[in-house]
């Protein structure tokens, strides 16, 4: 029931990007499911980029409104998400593997989507920040990506 | 040919902009301190290490003034980034993120 939730809305928004991503809730599945065969038998690199969105990591209601919810007024506030997408950053002979546009075009994705299928009404997304750290041990290339959510509660 | 005297007006102008700067510069700092707090309550980790790197770093006596509140880690394996941002293998446990906005309310200017 992934479209039932917050992350069910985000999944959707990216899919319907088309951009060729998968996206997983809170943690990917097994390496092996996202790896090619480790060498010497095969290169190890992932197969595809893939997302994880992780949500709920701060939630902070708005100030009262009509009253607040206990006198029947509606309750809002701000959801603070994480959307990180893996990438391979370079292979072992150092040749560069890492899309330079796909997080840009995430962001055109997201920044401004109002979740239609959401379930609560979400006023806006809007991504704060992102930022690009390089995993030398693993290869890859991990941009992280701030999201405000301002929504119903 | 009419000249006014506004030495007392350019006078009391000058005093309110003092104070404004100053209580200004006093709701940064309030902010920054209860963001440090907030984001000491967000981590978890046994040895204290990364709770006791935060702090600030004041520079509104700069041009342009501003107020730096981090991680200040110096030990050979700093890890604050790692915990806010998380990695492949490794959720992430933000700290910073929230405590800013969980402080906004500590930011107010005085009359």
Redesign the interface.
């Known amino acids: 029931m992934a479209n039932a939730t917050l992350y069910g809305a985000l999944k959707a928004v990216l899919e319907a990007a088309g951009l060729g991503i998968q996206v997983f809730h809170d943690a990917p599945p097994s390496k092996a499911a996202l790896r090619n065969v480790a060498p010497p038998d095969g290169d190890g690199l992932l197969k595809a980029p893939y997302c994880v969105v992780i949500d709920g990591l701060s939630l902070i209601a708005d100030p009262l409104e009509d009253g607040g919810p206990a006198q029947g007024g509606e309750m809002t506030g701000r959801e603070l998400l994480q959307l990180d997408l893996f990438q391979n950053w370079r292979d072992k002979d150092d040749k560069p593997l890492e899309s330079r546009t796909l997080p840009d075009a995430i962001t055109r994705a997201l920044h401004g989507a109002r979740l239609p299928a959401a379930p609560m009404r979400v006023y806006s997304l809007l991504q704060v920040n992102r930022i690009r750290i390089v995993e030398r041990d693993t290869r890859l290339v991990h941009h992280a990506y701030d999201l405000r959510v301002a929504r119903v509660i | 040919m009419i000249s006014v005297d506004d030495r007392d007006f350019q006078a009391a102008y000058k005093a309110w902009l003092d104070h404004v700067g100053k209580q200004t510069r006093a709701g940064l700092r309030r902010y920054a301190e209860a963001v440090v707090e907030a984001a000491r309550s967000h981590i978890h980790s046994e040895s204290g290490e990364l709770a006791g790197s935060l702090g600030i770093e004041d520079h509104l006596d700069q041009e342009p003034p501003s107020l730096e509140v981090g991680a200040f880690e110096s030990g050979p394996e700093p890890h604050a ?1 790692e915990t806010e ?5 490794e ?2 446990r ?1 700290f910073m ?2 405590a800013l ?2 402080a ?1 309310r500590a930011y107010k200017v005085d009359p």
Request: hydrophobic letters at 20%; a negative charge; charged letters at 20%.
């Open positions: 980034l941002f998380g990695t492949s293998h959720s992430p933000p993120r929230p906005l969980e906004e």
